[in-house]
Nanobody
Framework: QVQVVESGGGLVQAGGSLRLSCAAS????????MAWFRQAPGKEREFVAA????????YYSDSVKGRFTISRDNAKNMIQLQMNSLKPEDTAVYYC????????????????WGQGTQVTVSS
């Protein structure tokens, strides 16, 4: 079983930065592909970024490419999402997710989820 816990959300002005962290339990963290999704009020949960088990491959949605950076530290069982140049439309609850094997872009690909952390970007 894998447990996932996010941290680092908050309120920031447009143009600012935030860093989200996600800690995952279990000794097989390095076998997991990890991802961030987000869900704004009244909208579907959407893919933000993903990273392969080794960290050598990263993937982003078009809406965050060039502004967000996903990274992982397998020694610490953690991933991070560095979010720069934030926009009001980035406001959402951000979820960390984990799955065995290759990454996916659909929320239905992921078996393990955190409780979410709120990110609010004011204009």
């Amino acid at each position: 079983q894998v447990q996932v816990v996010e941290s680092g959300g908050g309120l920031v002005q447009a143009g600012g930065s935030l860093r989200l962290s996600c800690a995952a339990s279990g000794r097989t963290f390095s076998d997991l592909a990890m991802a961030w999704f987000r869900q704004a009020p009244g909208k579907e949960r959407e893919f933000v970024a993903a990273i392969s088990w080794s960290g050598s491959n990263v993937y982003y949605s078009d809406s965050v490419k060039g502004r967000f950076t996903i990274s992982r530290d397998n020694a610490k069982n953690m991933i991070q999402l560095q979010m720069n140049s934030l926009k009001p439309e980035d406001t959402a609850v951000y979820y960390c997710a984990a799955k065995w094997g290759n990454y996916g872009r659909s929320q239905y690909d992921y078996s393990y989820w955190g409780q979410g952390t709120q990110v609010t970007v004011s204009s």
